[in-house]
């Protein structure tokens, strides 16, 4: 009596069955996809426009990024009235010493060497503290 409202099990089968493929086809797809950057290294690795244009950009800013030694960079900028931000880098937090080599940007801040390589290895393009790309 009340159960002729139900829809018979061959009417609900369908649209399940659609949806399962979809999602297979898209869970599949991802795995391919994985499998594809870590055997071949990245998705740069696949597209060899993509190398030439990552070793542009970066070459692009090793020309703007002028490297000294902290010690020279306090006898040329009068240390006395310092702020914060030359005495300490913005992405490691921590101090500079008198030896270590200070990358300065366009935008006048300024990081450890290694911590600004890092910073554009990992395919920033922009002053991490300020956000500029000049």
Known sequence: MGLSNFPSASEGV???????????????????????????????????????????????????????????LCHSHDIGGTSMAMVECCVCLCRFEANQEVSELPCKHYFHRGCLDKWFDNKHTTCPLCRSID
């Open 14 to 72: 369908l649209p399940v069955l659609v949806i399962n493929t979809v999602l297979s086809v898209a869970v599949l797809k991802n795995m391919f996809r994985s499998m594809l950057q870590v055997v071949l290294g990245g998705s740069a690795a696949a597209n060899g426009s993509n190398i030439e244009h990552d070793e542009s950009s970066s070459s692009s800013w090793e020309r703007r990024v002028s490297i000294t030694q902290y010690k020279s």
